[in-house]
């Protein structure tokens, strides 16, 4: 038993950590992993998974030993950790409504299909009160959920290594 709520334990830390770590270097890595069927399971971590995480932080925290001031404190601050989560849970989800999609594809690298440059939009769904913003960028697909995005100057790259995308028209 005591084997099995160390692993409850230090698994609950290890989903707290990859999640503070994921969301602390999405913010500076220009990689993007693209939410759609596959990201129902992200959202549903973030929100449900997360708390659970917290809660089940308990089983290392909790002694036989401690006292019941102790015990009250420790799962006082811990439910407290868990709203806390929720908070951030409910930000993180609702903070993605005002997204970068891509609207058109411009260019293909000749040698890697992969890498593309495109043309990207940021809006806001149906809430959008202003015009989206658009940008010119190079998108590296790692897999077809992943991939690593920079910006680019069409006017600067090598149009021998590039060969353009005709636009075509949406029906």
């Not at 308990?58 to 950790?81: E, F, H, N, Y």
């Not at 409910?90 to 040698?111: E, P, V």
């Not at 890697?112 to 940008?135: E, F, H, M, N, W």
């Amino acid at each position: 038993m005591h084997v099995l709520k160390r692993l409850v334990f230090w698994t609950s830390i290890a989903a707290i950590s990859c999640w503070v770590v994921i969301a602390l270097f999405g913010k500076v890595i220009p990689l993007e992993i693209k939410i759609g069927k596959s990201g129902n399971f992200h959202q549903l971590f973030v929100f449900y998974g997360l708390q659970t995480a917290v809660i089940f932080t308990l089983s290392g925290t909790l002694k036989k030993a401690d006292s019941r001031k102790l015990l009250l404190i420790k799962t006082g601050l811990t439910v407290v950790a868990a709203f806390f989560a929720a908070f951030l849970a409910f930000i993180t989800i609702f903070s993605g409504m005002c997204s970068w999609s891509t609207d058109r594809t411009l260019f293909a690298y000749k040698d890697s299909p992969g890498t593309q440059i495109v043309l990207r939009r940021k809006g806001c769904g149906a809430d959008q009160k202003i015009y989206p913003i658009y940008k010119t960028c190079q998108v590296v697909y790692l897999t077809p959920d992943l991939f690593w995005i920079k910006d680019i100057d069409t006017s600067q790259i090598d149009q021998s290594l590039w060969k353009r995308i005709p636009v075509r028209e949406k029906f």
